[in-house]
Structures are given as C-alpha cells and as structure tokens.
C-alpha cells in the first residue's frame, strides 16, 4: 500500500504547489497590470496574461461568485491559496493515518 500511496502523495504535493506559485504569478501580474508597469499590448506580456488567466479562472471564478462586493479588492486569490493549503493538510494526514 505504502508503495502507491507515498509517490502519490508527492506527485499530488507537487501539483497543488505548483498551482499555488501560478495563483501567485496571477495575483502578481494583475497588480502589474493594474499599476501601469507592464504594457498588455506587448505580445508576450498578453500571451503570459492570458496563460495565468486560463490557469487561475476557472478556480477563482467560483470564490468570486460567492464573495460579495468589495470595491476594487479581490481576495480571492487569498481564500484559494488558503483552501489549497488546506487540502494540501488533508492529503498529509490520510498518508500519515495510512503509514501507521
């Protein structure tokens, strides 16, 4: 069993802290985009923009729906990161449950 499910475990680690470093590149270059540094209509600023885009948006999307109105702040990345984070725990206490 520990033969399946330890390399499991990493592999899934892995992914979720890879999207959490996408999540954050997404928040990073929207405040970039929002203060004027970088130019969209730069093709491979548009083509960085819209990656991180498609990457994050279907996640965020649903945070978004179900927060209300708070002027220009967007903490949805924010609650994402914190429910990846959280499921991240969940993951390293069922292979800790299932190692002893």
């Not at 130019?39 to 885009?53: A, K």
């Not at 948006?57 to 209300?68: K, N, Q, S």
């Given at each position: ?18 999207y959490k ?20 209509r ?10 991180l ?48």
């Amino acid at each position: 069993m520990n033969v399946v499910v330890l390399p499991l475990f990493h592999v899934l680690n892995a992914i979720i802290e890879l999207y959490k470093m996408v999540v954050i590149a997404s928040a990073v270059f929207s405040w970039l985009i929002a203060f004027s540094v970088v130019n969209t209509r730069n093709r491979f600023v548009y083509t960085v923009m819209d990656t991180l885009y498609r990457l994050t948006e279907p996640a965020l999307r649903p945070i978004r729906r179900a927060l209300p109105n708070l002027g220009g702040i967007d903490i949805s990345p924010i609650i994402l990161f914190f429910i990846l984070w959280f499921v991240q725990e969940v993951l390293a206490g069922l292979v800790q449950s299932l190692m002893f």
